[in-house]
């Protein structure tokens, strides 16, 4: 439920559980210790009463011995009384001021609400002192109380009765003490159970803390790093996956496109490399027929050019020959004549091909022109149309601005004649040639698009070696396209072929450099 959070919130939800763990220890800690200095305050205050009671007991007892002396000397000199009389004043005066310390203490200890505090009890029993000390105040209130023998035993049993309400300060404290020890237990048994609660709750806040962090944070961590790790190690085709719905699935989605794309840019380079090999080889290839055909070609050349002209020679004078000779029929002259020239047809054959090897070895000294290619291609489909072999098939070219290369023209002129004759071999009746030509990225595009018999992967992989050839009939030398190639390649350019399979058709495009006008048209172009 909260994995779709952000880590911001995620992470102010731990902060969130470690106050509350903090607060709930530090608030079962704090209760306890203030629990405990309220308990030694309150004791300290009451137990401060108890010299105070001490003191005052003590105090009346002095009265009391005062008074038995006063009465035993009732009959002594009137110094002897006045005496003794002075000294119960003081000792009772010093009853009085211990009494108010007495009742300050209380009034004090009052402030404090606890159940030890209560001294109800005690403030009745000062209420009741304070009523005999009036009453002994009233009755010494006289100069001869102490020669008065009616006072003095009035007198004796206040004290009496004072002393007994002193005895029984104390014990109001003593029973509130016994009492307040049963509250403090209970009390303290209650504090052990509420730390024991506070400490579980703690320690399963933490738990849940921790299970949250590894959840949240250190897992998905965990998952990227070996992620990241299985990938740089070359596992491309690895893809992490997080399920949080937060920051670390949106980082774990964006390594994986990242690792996606790297893959695509690898593939891409991958064949582009595997393309420029297959050229290079190619190329060699080329260059090494080239040579061949340059050595092979001058060596055949003059034995065809003599066999032709030889056969030529036979048949004319054969015709003399036989024209007089009685014994020979007219079939077997014509028999001798057809053979004749076959042997030159086939001699001539012979030598074009050698023709057509010097021209695919020889490198041509003609300087480039600046040649608008649609023109170029205009010219060749008009003298290919007048073919009687192709005139069951369409030409379509595409109508467009004129596109300017520095070419030599009859190089390429020869580069489009044979993608176009080839085209038209590879069409069925009613089949359609479409050409286009454009400019774009600083090149000039040329495509031949056909919907003829089309090319498997193995034709394709083999199309511009030469003596190559998949010709309907099994015409042609399978030198056109390799002399295509080098004628291309040696204008900076490259040829292109792609076909989806057998009678699907196939399309050639052809690129080559464009001129610095062209380039200049074709920037306008595209900022208009």
Not at 3 to 14: A, C, D
Not at 92 to 106: G, M
Request: net charge negative; aromatic share 6%; glycine share 6%.
């Amino acid at each position: 439920m909260l994995s779709p959070w952000p880590i911001r919130n995620k992470v102010l939800l731990g902060i969130g559980l470690l106050l509350v763990i903090v607060t709930t220890l530090s608030w079962s800690g704090f209760h306890g210790v203030y629990a405990y200095r309220a308990a030694v305050r309150n004791f300290r205050g009451r137990a401060e009463e108890l010299p105070l009671a001490k003191t005052f007991a003590h105090q009346v007892a002095n009265l009391r011995v005062l008074a038995a002396e006063a009465r035993s000397s009732a009959g002594d000199s009137a110094l002897t009384s006045a005496n003794l009389a002075q000294r119960f004043v003081d000792d009772l005066a010093k009853c009085t001021k211990t009494l108010t310390d007495y009742r300050s203490r209380l009034s004090s200890n009052d402030e404090d609400d606890s159940s030890i505090n209560d001294s109800h009890a005690e403030w009745d029993t000062v209420y009741r002192i304070d009523g005999s000390l009036a009453t002994i105040a009233e009755e010494i209130d006289r100069d001869d109380w102490e020669l008065d023998t009616v006072r003095l035993s009035s007198v004796r049993t206040e004290l009496d009765q004072l002393q007994s309400l002193a005895f029984e300060l104390p014990s109001h404290l003593h029973r509130r003490l016994h009492d307040y020890a049963g509250e403090v237990r209970n009390q303290y048994r209650a504090l052990i159970i509420l730390t024991w609660i506070t400490t579980a709750l703690g320690l399963l806040m933490l738990g849940l803390f921790l299970r949250l962090f590894y959840a949240w944070v250190f897992r998905p961590l965990q998952v990227l790093i070996q992620g990241s790790r299985r990938v740089a190690s070359g596992e491309f085709g690895y893809r992490i996956a997080l399920d949080t719905r937060d920051e670390m699935s949106e980082l774990a989605e964006a390594l994986n496109d990242m690792t996606s794309r790297f893959e695509t840019i690898r593939d891409d380079l991958d064949h582009q490399v595997r393309e420029r090999t297959k050229q290079v080889v190619r190329n060699e290839q080329l260059a090494s027929v080239g040579f061949l055909a340059a050595g092979v070609a001058h060596e055949i050349n003059n034995p065809l050019a003599s066999i032709a002209l030889c056969a030529e020679s036979l048949e004319s004078r054969c015709d003399e020959a036989l024209a007089d000779a009685p014994g020979v029929a007219a079939d077997d002259k014509q028999v001798i004549r057809n053979y004749l020239q076959m042997i030159q047809t086939e001699a001539f054959r012979c030598k074009g091909i050698t023709e057509r090897l010097l021209d695919f070895s020889r490198t041509s000294d003609a300087a480039r022109q600046n040649v608008d290619l649609r023109q170029l291609v205009r010219g060749v489909i008009d003298v290919v149309a007048h073919l009687g072999r192709h005139q069951d098939k369409q030409i379509e070219l595409a109508p467009g601005e004129a596109v300017i290369a520095a070419v030599k023209p009859q190089e390429i002129k020869q580069v489009v004649l044979n993608l176009i004759t080839n085209a038209l071999d590879s069409l069925s009746p009613g089949g359609l040639l479409s050409i286009q030509l454009g400019a774009s990225a600083g090149r000039a595009e040329m495509i031949f698009r056909d919907n003829g018999c089309g090319m498997t992967d193995e034709v394709l992989k083999h199309l511009f070696e030469p003596f190559f050839t998949r010709r309907r009939g099994g015409q042609g030398t399978g030198l056109g396209l390799s002399i295509s190639y080098r004628i291309v390649a040696d204008h900076g350019g490259h040829i292109d072929v792609h076909s989806d399979g057998p009678d699907r058709g196939s399309s050639f495009r052809v690129w080559l450099p464009l001129t610095e006008k062209q380039k200049e048209i074709e920037h306008r172009y595209q900022a208009a």
